[in-house]
């Protein structure tokens, strides 16, 4: 498959239909991952009432469960839109944030994988692998050295979703499906939300409603060539942060050119 | 009325007196409306504690009550802080996010109409048409093609509020009155929080106590003279939300050179 | 003492221990504050939870408590986070954003330094002076014009906490030894959140288990230069955030050269 033409492709489906995309997410993250939001053409919406998420999830093509920075409330919005997702066929993407660094956190990404159809889940190595009973986080920060595939692995296996480890390299497994996808940047690791918008671009291209497995690839792929056209001429994490939603909203008109996914034995 | 000296003449009086500016807001844009507080001259404070908001709004010289992220919490802080405006004569603007697309969202911004003395509504198309009965919105964006003339038309004449509809211009509805401000660049269609930094700018601008529907036309049309500037060298959204505040900070240092403000016929 | 060699030492300890920042902060700076804390090279969390912040907090190496934006709940989640902190010898700083301006700022500020072991409070003149009886604030910014040096010293004779007030200059009182720190630059007035984020540098060099006066003094230096240097050129403040975090990031490599700390008379 030519990945780069089928990555513009969704981009270019993507900007023509304007799919909204309902995050229930964390004060760290909020804005820039609207930001990527429209950059690659969607539309965000933030919303955590429990009183509007099952209608604003309903009108939505994309819902994204961000457990960054939990609430009661909040974890019950996310359980009430993630039953409206099922209702109207919306797919949901799981960031399981600091999955491992406390049991709260634990438990809600489990009780989520285990009472809604989640369609993919998107974490560090440290984050997906305590999930499964291994994985070493220090906050939201993996540390250990598990390989990232083995864990992407046991993690489909155990719960049957779309699975995407993200790191030096990613790791996206589904269904007789592994992909790696080698691009990215050192510098995403120096700024806060670098995983939250891989999950976010996951989200958006989701909405084509497309092969779940493939579209994670492409989505990780482009953003992560955004990643390495935003680090040209070394900038510091500031400005790589503004660089990138740049660099992410000129997907579309400067192609993904170098996007890098290979599609492995399973 | 020479509008550019008028403008200038606003932010020198908020640069002279600091006024402080007290938002109850989402946390997408609360960042970015702080920031653009400070950068008109004015102070901005967020705080959204049932316990202390009508103490803080007590001291402001505005109060910003946006529904972006709302909770049954925020819903209460909003009302107490209304309440504390109206005793002590401050200025409330109503930036009503996403009306139309949760029936929450459009309850709640009927109630702080109906309950609250609101000085200046501002939203987009969508937003305002959904209070009237028409309007239609994709999360927190217009869709549809109602003229933005006539929705600020009738919001005003429903609620007798002034009025601000904005987007690719910008109309302000008032008692006797009707501006039309021809400022602005579509990259503010590509930055989250492009119209919730309006309506602060609407706010600062109000604090100097003079004629509501003028006071919103000149920070429209000087918010929008920053977003020319920005623009300009047709930057990507990421850097384009850095020199926004930026051109903003730098308004009254440069003058408002180009604003574009039209008294048309009522 | 050589403080240039001292603050590189701590960023070199910091970058090689990667040690947990667990931050209950505010909407507005959440971000801001988690990319500083990368950028000194510790790694933050935002977890303001109440069922998991005794647990984050066991495993970070320094808890960072900003009222900011206050809530029932997070307050209770501070307490409970500073017991665990007190628990487990992590050290504590308290920024009082807006202690004055209400009640329940000042109140929960009190409240804090009263039942938790606060290592370092960092404020403005106006909050700090507020919590001993003196000070002006408006909304989270000082206004009057006490000595900040005696209003650090006022604190710390009835609170016994290392003082840092911080402002034109900044000033460190702890036991038997007063500090000021000769660094920063006007810039940082114009963008919220940078008292924030000096809170943030405090709570990063805390970590090394080092003198806590000291150490906020390196921190509150070495933070200094880097808006120094991301003032260069004079950018608008927009620009002039990113940069700050651009050389917050590269202090480490580029050495703090120009560091002012004084040890003064006690």
């Keep these: 498959m030519n990945y780069e033409v089928k990555a513009v492709e969704t981009l270019?489906?993507?900007?023509?239909?304007k799919p909204l995309v309902h995050h229930i997410t964390?004060?760290?993250?909020a804005n820039d991952t609207?930001?990527?939001?429209?950059?690659l053409g969607a539309l965000p919406v933030m919303a955590d009432a429990v009183e509007e998420v099952e209608e604003m999830t309903a009108s939505a093509k994309a819902l994204i469960l961000n457990?960054?920075?939990?609430?009661?409330?909040?974890?019950?919005?996310?359980?009430r839109a993630g039953r409206s997702a099922a209702a109207h066929n919306v797919p949901i993407v799981l960031d399981p944030v600091g999955a491992g660094a406390t049991k709260l956190r634990t438990e809600t990404a489990?009780?989520?994988?285990?009472?809604?159809p989640v369609t993919v889940v998107r974490g560090n190595r440290g984050e997906i692998g305590a999930l499964v009973g291994s994985g070493q986080v220090r906050g939201v920060e993996a540390v250990g050295d598990e390989d990232p595939r083995d864990?992407?692995?046991r993690f489909f296996e155990r719960f049957?979703?779309?699975?995407?480890?993200?790191g030096v390299f990613d790791v996206i497994v589904g269904k007789n499906k592994v992909f790696e996808v080698h691009n990215g940047h050192p510098l995403l690791a120096r700024i806060t939300g670098s995983g939250c918008m891989a999950t976010t671009a996951v989200g958006v291209f989701l909405t084509t409603g497309e092969d779940p497995a493939l579209q994670t690839a492409l989505a990780l792929g482009s953003y992560g060539v955004a990643a390495e056209r935003a680090a040209k001429h070394e900038p510091g994490p500031g400005t790589f942060r503004s660089k990138l939603l740049d660099e992410a909203a000129a997907l579309l008109t400067k192609g993904v050119d170098g996007i890098d996914i290979r599609e492995v034995e399973d």
């Design 12 to 17: 270019r489906i993507v900007a023509r239909n």
């Design 26 to 29: 964390n004060i760290v993250v």
């Design 34 to 39: 609207a930001n990527l939001t429209l950059g």
């Design 67 to 79: 457990i960054g920075t939990l609430s009661g409330e909040s974890i019950e919005a996310m359980m």
């Design 110 to 116: 489990l009780r989520i994988l285990e009472e809604l």
């Design 151 to 153: 864990v992407a692995r």
């Design 160 to 166: 049957g979703v779309v699975t995407a480890v993200t």
